[in-house]
């Protein structure tokens, strides 16, 4: 989910009685604007309203009160132990990881921030050695069910077949990346890559209207 700022109470408040109401087991937050851990704790304890304060697991890492900032929540009850296995320090990248079932199988996920101004810092986030593919190399790496979302503010062309040549170089390299690390969209997996309108080949979901072009980016 890209909050696009959590800092007015009102709407902090709104989002985790939705997310406490719908129970999801992993929330992956971008753009949260928090700009440290005290503030962090704060809006845990807030959480809902009065008495309904955030219990379950909560990861950060923290941007500024204007920008930035990832975040993943594990609902209270989750059943495992989770643990940071990367953060960036910039709020732009956070993995955590956990195990599951009698064998330990490794699980985790990547939230994202990428860059917002410009070409040339999103082809360093994107790069082979760059932030974004050391968070995908981190802890277990590809041996984990690995789940990566968030706003990469770069399209991925859309169905089989899209040439990676005709591309951006930012979106040809997170196109690369993708490829590499076996990564597949959520979204066009379930739905398949034939018959998709352009605003439905995305994992995303937007209030309101006039926002399905900003809202791919987010997936």
């Known amino acids: 989910v890209n909050v696009n700022g959590l800092a007015a109470k009102d709407k902090?408040?709104?989002?985790?009685?939705?997310?406490?109401?719908?129970?999801?087991?992993?929330?992956?937050?971008?753009?949260?604007?928090?700009?440290?851990?005290e503030v962090a704790a704060k809006w845990l304890r807030d959480g809902a309203g009065p008495g309904k304060p955030w219990l379950g697991q909560a990861f950060w890492s923290h941007g500024t009160s204007a920008s930035r900032g990832v975040a993943v929540l594990l609902r209270q009850?989750?059943?495992?132990?989770?643990?940071?296995?990367?953060?960036?320090?910039?709020?732009?990248?956070?993995?955590?990881?956990?195990?599951?079932?009698?064998?330990?199988?490794?699980?985790?996920?990547?939230?994202v921030y990428a860059p917002a101004d410009g070409e040339n810092s999103r082809n360093a986030f994107f790069a082979v050695d760059g932030p974004l593919q050391q968070a995908v190399?981190?802890?277990?790496?590809?041996?984990?069910?690995?789940?990566?979302?968030?706003?990469?503010?770069?399209?991925?062309?859309?169905?089989?077949?899209?040439?990676?040549?005709?591309?951006?170089v930012d979106a040809q390299r997170l196109q690369a990346l993708v490829a590499a690390a076996g990564l597949r969209d959520a979204w066009a997996a379930v739905r398949g890559p034939a018959?998709?309108?352009?605003?439905?080949?995305?994992?995303?979901?937007?209030?309101?209207?006039?926002r399905t072009s900003s809202s791919r980016l987010d997936y």
Do not use: Y
């Open 12 to 37: 902090r408040r709104e989002f985790f009685a939705h997310v406490m109401n719908t129970g999801w087991d992993v929330v992956v937050l971008s753009e949260t604007h928090c700009g440290g851990p």
């Open 77 to 111: 009850g989750f059943a495992a132990k989770a643990k940071v296995e990367f953060a960036d320090g910039d709020g732009r990248l956070l993995r955590v990881g956990w195990e599951v079932g009698p064998q330990g199988r490794p699980v985790s996920v990547v939230a």
């Open 137 to 168: 190399a981190a802890g277990t790496g590809s041996a984990a069910d690995l789940f990566v979302g968030g706003d990469f503010n770069c399209r991925l062309p859309v169905g089989e077949g899209s040439s990676i040549g005709a591309q951006p």
């Open 195 to 210: 018959g998709f309108r352009q605003e439905e080949a995305w994992t995303f979901l937007a209030r309101g209207s006039g």
